[in-house]
Structure formats: C-alpha cells, structure tokens
C-alpha cells in the first residue's frame, strides 16, 4: 500500500511557535498533496508538492519531500489558534488520493 | 476551485434502511468521487463517478452496497444500502483530477442505530 503515515498523530504548540508534521510512503508516487480538516468536517487543499520537487512554500507553510527516503514534512511557522484542525498527507501514484492517518495539531493561544 | 454541497450535512438513521446523499458542484466538472471517513480514521475512496459511465469502485467497495448515480456534471448522489453501525461514518464528495489536488464538499456525518 502507498499509504501515507503522519508523525506525530498528535501535537500541542503554544499560539506562535512552529508546527511540524511528517508523513512517510511506502511507494513511488507521482505527487504528494497535504490537507487541513476542522472539525470533522470537509478538507481543505493546502499544497501539492510533485515528485521531482524538494520543496514548495505558500504563506506559512512549507513543505519538503525527500523521495529517496520516501517521506515529507509540512512546517506550519507562527502558529495560530485557527491553525488548530488534523493534517492529512495524501499520495497519487497509479492511484488517486490515498491519505495517511493523519496528525491532529491544537493549537494553544 | 469549486464550490460544494452536501445534503444531508447530518442524519441518524435505523439499522436496515438506506440514504441518500446528495452533492453539488457549483461548475461542471467531470469527475466525482466519493470518500469514506470512519471513525478517527483516515479517508478511504468508495468510488469515482464519471458523468454518462458506471462508477469504478475500489476495493472492498460495491455497488449493491453504495450505489451512485451521476446524471450531470455537476451532481452526484450515493446511496448507502442496508445499513448496519459499522456504517457510522463521515460520508464526502469531492471533485477534481484523478491524480492531482480535489476539493471537497463538508461531508456528511451518518450514525446508524
């Protein structure tokens, strides 16, 4: 399976410090995509990082993949209250999305 | 991207009975799919749904047990069939590429008694 695994399933940061999250695969993918659910409720897109990429920022996130250790991490950089939500790495390779477990961040103001 | 919709956002149903879920896509698009979500648990893809073709669904997934029904490029419906508690899960929709980044509706949260 290419399923991805987050690491930590879970962490508690105070309001402005950084947040980060890894997720490890188990297959060659095409690309690796991270997602931000509150709640239980839907996922949001956050980025998508393509296999011959290392890494990729928006805003206060940045995202590094490795290939060669089949794994990824999402930086999260002054961390806000809002922030607080589970992260899911997804990975398509001949498959569409197969999502980790994910990791669940609370932040604390 | 897309705007979605779900109906119902919630229900609580009987053991033995099915429901409908319904989503809408604000532009049309043409693919859907359909994700599970149990329980503190990761999603897990039920099916794609392609407009004017039968859905493909993964493994462990079948269509006497979650029916879909694509009738245009902008809706979808699911049909969760004879539920049992095992059901109980957050129910999504979601559009966009095959093998690239989707977007997703709210979801729908099934409880079944």
Known sequence: SQQGEEDPQALSIQEGENATMN???????????????????????????????????????RVTLDTSKKSSSLLITASRAADTASYFCATTGNTPLVFGKGTRLSVIA | SAVISQKPSRDICQRGTSLT???????????????????????????????????????GFVIDKFPISRPNLTFSTLTVSNMSPEDSSIYLCSVGSYLGEQYFGPGTRLTVT
């Not at chain 1, 690309?31 to 890494?55: C, D, K």
């Open chain 1, 23 to 61: 997720c490890s695969y188990k297959t060659s993918i095409n690309n690796l995509q991270w997602y931000r659910q509150n709640s239980g409720r839907g996922l949001v897109h956050l980025i998508l990082i393509r296999s011959n990429e290392r890494e990729k920022h928006s805003g206060r996130l």
């Open chain 2, 21 to 59: 879920i319904q989503c809408q896509v604000d532009s049309q698009v043409t693919m859907m799919f359909w994700y599970r979500q149990q329980p503190g648990q990761s999603l897990t893809l039920i099916a794609t749904a392609n407009q004017g073709s039968e859905a493909t669904y993964e493994s």
